[in-house]
Every structure is written in C-alpha cells, then in structure tokens.
C-alpha cells in the first residue's frame, strides 16, 4: 500500500501581512544558500541566493537572512500576496561542489485574500 | 527561450517495464540535473552532468537506474525494470557554469 508522507510545516498568512520562512541547515561548510519557491504542479524557481560572506540580501519584496553562529537562514517577504502561495525550499552547497545543492523538506506558505 | 523541456509530463505504467524520460536543458547551459522529489524524500539529486560528462551519481539509487546525456540538448532518465517505490516526480535542471540552475515542469511518474 501507499506509505504516508511527510506533512511539511505550513505558514498561514492573511494577504499584506508580511511572511517569514525558515529553514535550518546542516552543514557548517555550506556557503551558497539559495531560496525555491514551488508553486504546484511545477518545478522549483530560484527566488534569491546568498553567500556565506553576507548576512542579508534584499530583492523585490524578499529578504534572506543568514545566521552563521547558529546555521539558519530566514526568508522574509513583503506584503505577502495570493500569488506567493507556494512551498518554499531553502537549498545550501559547499566550495567543493556549487553545482551539487541539498535541498530542505520545504515549507508551505498559504496567503488568505 | 521555452526553458527547460521534459517529457513526458506524466507517465503511468506497470511494475516490471522499462521507463525513460527526457530532458532538454536550456541552450548554452553547460551542466545538467536529475532530481526525483517524494513527499517522504524531498527534493534529491541523482546525478549531474557538465559538458555531457556525467560527474557525480551517487545519488542514483541503484543499477535500475541510469541516465546518458548523447549531446548538449538532450538527456535521458531510464528506469529498468521500474518498480512502485519509483513512483515520484522527476525533474530535469540544467544551469550555465555553476550558478542558478533552472528546472524544468517534471515528469509525475506512477508505477502501478
């Protein structure tokens, strides 16, 4: 029969409200960290990226943050809007291999109008 | 540019047969990626490519699975024989030296 999944963590957010997303990572060496944003039925779309050398990056209406000391990294986006209703993965990578991302279980974010 | 290419978009079929899907990547894009993502798995690579080289399959789960990349516009997963534990989403990514990689809308494999 079928194994029953794994439930990701959901955010609940009224629209215009602003949304905060984290994610923890593992690996002390990683320092590529890159933000998905996976609407259904779609692949991931790379959202915005960051380098260990930098604790905050901004783009249109999103932020990450990246906290070294204690391995996480946040996504903060702005008057959050239907349209960002997705599951949003947080991926790191290590000098050794930029091209080889390990990606986080995800999180879904649902925006109410 | 149409992005990155997969087919098919679904595939349905029974425990035993043999599955392959494709992939092209976006022209120019020197590395390609294979992903199989499961709601109990997440998100995993299974193997990449540079220049059509393949560079690392460790993610490949075993030797029922194996992927060739013939030129610089195509790639093929194939899965023989498949079984149920295959059913997922496969997804192709390829990216232009090793910077932000763009995937492709998957393929929902099913195996019955």
């Known amino acids: 029969g079928e194994s029953v999944g794994l439930h990701l963590p959901t955010l609940s957010v009224q629209e215009g409200d602003n949304s905060i997303i984290n994610c923890a990572y593992s690996n002390s060496a990683s320092d590529y960290f890159i933000w998905y944003k996976q609407e259904s039925g779609k692949g991931p779309q790379f959202i915005i990226d960051?380098?260990?050398?930098?604790d905050k990056r901004q783009g249109q209406r999103v932020t990450v943050l990246l906290n070294k000391t204690v391995k996480h990294l946040s996504l903060q986006i702005a008057a959050t809007q239907p349209g960002d209703s997705a599951v949003y993965f947080c991926?790191?990578?290590?000098?050794?291999?930029?091209?080889?991302?390990?990606f986080g279980k995800g999180t879904m974010l649902l925006v109410s109008p | 540019d149409a992005g990155v290419i997969q087919s098919p978009r679904h595939e349905v079929t029974e425990m035993g047969q043999e599955v392959t899907l494709r992939c092209k990547p976006i022209s120019g894009h020197d590395y390609l990626f294979w992903y199989r993502q499961t709601m109990m798995r997440g998100l995993e690579l299974l193997i990449y490519?540079?220049?059509?080289?393949?560079?690392?399959d460790s993610g490949m789960p075993e030797d029922r699975f194996s992927a060739k990349m013939p030129n610089a516009s195509f790639s093929t997963l194939k899965i023989q024989p498949s079984e149920p534990r295959d059913s997922a989403v496969y997804f192709c990514?390829?990216?232009?030296?090793?910077?932000?990689?763009?995937f492709g809308p998957g393929t929902r494999l099913t195996v019955l």
């Open positions: 490519f540079n220049n059509n080289v393949p560079i690392d």
């Open positions: 990514a390829s990216s232009l030296s090793q910077n932000e990689q763009f």
């Open positions: 991926a790191e990578s290590t000098p050794s291999g930029y091209s080889t991302l390990t």
């Open positions: 960051i380098r260990s050398n930098m």
